[in-house]
């Protein structure tokens, strides 16, 4: 029987245990003594898995039709809750926020949805679907937690959470890539225009603003 894990799924719990998924279990293992401990899947394989070493607390998603995700206390091994949305397979991501009591998770075909949820209170705050996006990476800002950042094969895309009242709303922010050769292509800024060759007027440039007469 071997023990194996991912290396793209495990995290630490507290300063000194480890936690990563193997079959139909979660296993815990403390770096200094080497003891495991074992948290079975009720529910069969486990797919996605993140832990928050400040709250002691982790979260994973089983692999079986409308699949549902976990969140247990350590080191009882406690069940806080069941967070249920509308993913139909699987889910591939799972991140907590640093500062307060957040969650994200990302889903596969078909619905390839970015969802945020309050996980102590077991509501889900908003989410967006990408048809086809697969993405590899989740991770909130350290600082702010209305912001976090996918990644998939070929982009990056910061998402904003906006607040108003009760309701929350995803927005996209898509950060541009170097091309091939390792270069940005200038933004082009439609306040202080560059200058171009072909352009004949040889005086001072202008904003577009004073140009119009605005200012």
Not at 11 to 22: A, D, S
Not at 83 to 109: C, E, H, M, R, V
Not at 129 to 150: H, I
Not at 171 to 196: A, E, M, R, T, Y
Request: hydrophobic letters at 40%; aromatic letters at 12%; glycine letters at 6%.
């Amino acid at each position: 029987w071997v023990q194996g894990f991912s290396k793209n799924n495990f995290g630490f719990i507290n300063n000194e245990t480890v936690c990563y998924p193997c079959g139909n279990y979660i296993l815990f293992l403390d770096i200094k003594t080497r003891q495991r401990r074992a948290l079975q899947c009720q529910a069969g394989q486990v797919g996605a898995l993140a832990a928050h070493g400040s709250h002691h607390v982790l979260a994973f998603s089983d692999r079986k039709l409308n699949p549902v995700i976990y969140i247990y206390t350590f080191p009882e091994l406690s069940k806080l809750t069941e967070l249920k949305g509308n993913a139909q397979l699987d889910y591939t991501l799972l991140a907590f926020s640093f500062t307060g009591p957040y969650l994200a998770s990302y889903s596969s075909i078909p619905e390839f949805a970015l969802s945020i949820w309050n996980w102590q209170e077991n509501i889900l705050l908003c989410s967006e679907s990408q048809p086809g996006v697969r993405a590899t990476s989740l991770s909130f800002n350290p600082m702010n937690w209305q912001q976090l950042c996918v990644v998939t094969e070929s982009s990056v895309t910061i998402w904003h959470i906006e607040r108003n009242n009760v309701e929350h709303h995803l927005k996209q922010n898509p950060v541009k890539l170097p091309d091939g050769q390792g270069s940005v292509s200038p933004h082009k800024d439609l306040f202080l225009p560059v200058s171009h060759s072909e352009d004949l007027y040889h005086g001072p440039h202008l904003p577009v603003s004073a140009i119009a007469g605005l200012v």
